[in-house]
C-alpha cells in the first residue's frame, strides 16, 4: 500500500469515528432523556451530525477542537430548550466525554501492542518494506477504529441497562456524577499525547519504556467506568428515597 492510500484509508476512517461519536451522543442523550419533551429530535440529531462532519472535513482542526464545539452547540440548544437549566445536558457531555476516554484508553493500549508486535516482524531490509509498513498500519488501526466502536456500544448498553430515572438534577448532582468522567478524559488525554513524543532526531514512545502501562492504563479505564455506573446507581437510590420520603409526610 502506498502512503497515498493509507492516508484516504485515514481520512475515511476518521470520518467514520465522527459519525459513530454523534451516534453514541445521540443514543445516550434518550438513555438520561426519556420523555417526550427531553428526546433529542431526529432533525437535531441530524444537525449535529452534518456539523461534526463539517468539522472533520477541517483538517488543522484537531479532535479536541470538534468536540469543544459541538459541546458548544449542544448548551446552546439546551439552554434555548430548557430555560436555561441545563444540568443535565451538562452531565451528559461529561458522561459522553468519559465514556470516550475509557474506551479509547482500552482500545489504544492493545493497538500500541499490536503495533509494536507487528513491527518487529516487518524486515526493514524488504524491498516491500514501505508497503508492507503501510499495510500493517491500516490493520491496526481497523483494529484501534473497531475496538474503539465496539467498547463504546458495550459501554453504552451497560448504562441503558442501569438508568432508570433521571429527572430534575441540581449542579451539585452534576459535580457528583460528573468528577470521575472528567478525571478520567483528562487522564486519557495527557497518557495518549506523551506516548509519542519526537526529541531532537529521537522518538520516544512511552509504552516501550514502560510495557507495564499496557495493562494499567485499560485497567484504570475501567476501574473508572465502575466507579461512574456506582454513582449513577447511587444517585438513582438517593433520589428515590427522597421520592419516598416526600409521599410519606403527604400521606401523614
Given at each position: 500500500?502506498?502512503?497515498?492510500?493509507?492516508?484516504?484509508?485515514?481520512?475515511?476512517?476518521?470520518?467514520?469515528?465522527?459519525?459513530?461519536?454523534?451516534?453514541?451522543?445521540?443514543?445516550?442523550?434518550?438513555?438520561?432523556?426519556?420523555?417526550?419533551?427531553?428526546?433529542?429530535?431526529?432533525?437535531?440529531?441530524?444537525?449535529?451530525?452534518?456539523?461534526?462532519?463539517?468539522?472533520?472535513?477541517?483538517?488543522?482542526?484537531?479532535?479536541?477542537?470538534?468536540?469543544?464545539?459541538?459541546?458548544?452547540?449542544?448548551?446552546?440548544?439546551?439552554?434555548?430548550?430548557?430555560?436555561?437549566?441545563?444540568?443535565?445536558?451538562?452531565?451528559?457531555?461529561?458522561?459522553?466525554?468519559?465514556?470516550?476516554?475509557?474506551?479509547?484508553?482500552?482500545?489504544?493500549?492493545?493497538?500500541?501492542?499490536?503495533?509494536?508486535?507487528?513491527?518487529?516482524?516487518?524486515?526493514?531490509?524488504?524491498?516491500?518494506?514501505?508497503?508492507?509498513?503501510?499495510?500493517?498500519?491500516?490493520?491496526?488501526?481497523?483494529?484501534?477504529?473497531?475496538?474503539?466502536?465496539?467498547?463504546?456500544?458495550?459501554?453504552?448498553?451497560?448504562?441503558?441497562?442501569?438508568?432508570?430515572?433521571?429527572?430534575?438534577?441540581?449542579?451539585?448532582?452534576?459535580?457528583?456524577?460528573?468528577?470521575?468522567?472528567?478525571?478520567?478524559?483528562?487522564?486519557?488525554?495527557?497518557?495518549?499525547?506523551?506516548?509519542?513524543?519526537?526529541?531532537?532526531?529521537?522518538?520516544?514512545?512511552?509504552?516501550?519504556?514502560?510495557?507495564?502501562?499496557?495493562?494499567?492504563?485499560?485497567?484504570?479505564?475501567?476501574?473508572?467506568?465502575?466507579?461512574?455506573?456506582?454513582?449513577?446507581?447511587?444517585?438513582q437510590k438517593y433520589r428515590e428515597l427522597q421520592r419516598e420520603k416526600e409521599n410519606y409526610f403527604v400521606e401523614q
Amino acid at each position: 500500500m502506498s502512503q497515498s492510500g493509507f492516508e484516504m484509508f485515514s481520512n475515511v476512517a476518521g470520518m467514520v469515528i465522527v459519525i459513530a461519536d454523534v451516534i453514541f451522543f445521540y443514543a445516550l442523550w434518550n438513555i438520561f432523556c426519556k420523555n417526550k419533551k427531553e428526546k433529542m429530535s431526529m432533525m437535531i440529531g441530524s444537525v449535529l451530525l452534518l456539523l461534526n462532519i463539517g468539522l472533520g472535513f477541517i483538517s488543522s482542526l484537531p479532535t479536541s477542537g470538534r468536540l469543544i464545539i459541538s459541546a458548544i452547540a449542544i448548551l446552546t440548544y439546551s439552554i434555548v430548550r430548557y430555560k436555561k437549566h441545563c444540568e443535565k445536558p451538562v452531565f451528559i457531555l461529561t458522561l459522553f466525554y468519559g465514556l470516550r476516554s475509557f474506551s479509547l484508553s482500552v482500545a489504544n493500549s492493545v493497538f500500541q501492542y499490536v503495533n509494536n508486535s507487528v513491527f518487529q516482524l516487518l524486515d526493514s531490509s524488504s524491498e516491500n518494506y514501505i508497503e508492507n509498513m503501510y499495510l500493517y498500519l491500516v490493520y491496526t488501526q481497523i483494529l484501534l477504529f473497531g475496538l474503539y466502536i465496539v467498547l463504546f456500544a458495550l459501554m453504552l448498553t451497560v448504562v441503558w441497562k442501569i438508568v432508570i430515572s433521571f429527572n430534575k438534577m441540581s449542579w451539585y448532582d452534576v459535580w457528583f456524577l460528573s468528577v470521575l468522567n472528567v478525571a478520567g478524559g483528562l487522564f486519557a488525554e495527557v497518557i495518549i499525547n506523551i506516548s509519542i513524543v519526537k526529541i531532537k532526531n529521537e522518538v520516544f514512545d512511552l509504552f516501550q519504556v514502560k510495557e507495564e502501562l499496557l495493562w494499567k492504563l485499560p485497567l484504570i479505564a475501567v476501574l473508572l467506568f465502575l466507579g461512574e455506573l456506582a454513582a449513577i446507581t447511587i444517585y438513582q437510590k438517593y433520589r428515590e428515597l427522597q421520592r419516598e420520603k416526600e409521599n410519606y409526610f403527604v400521606e401523614q
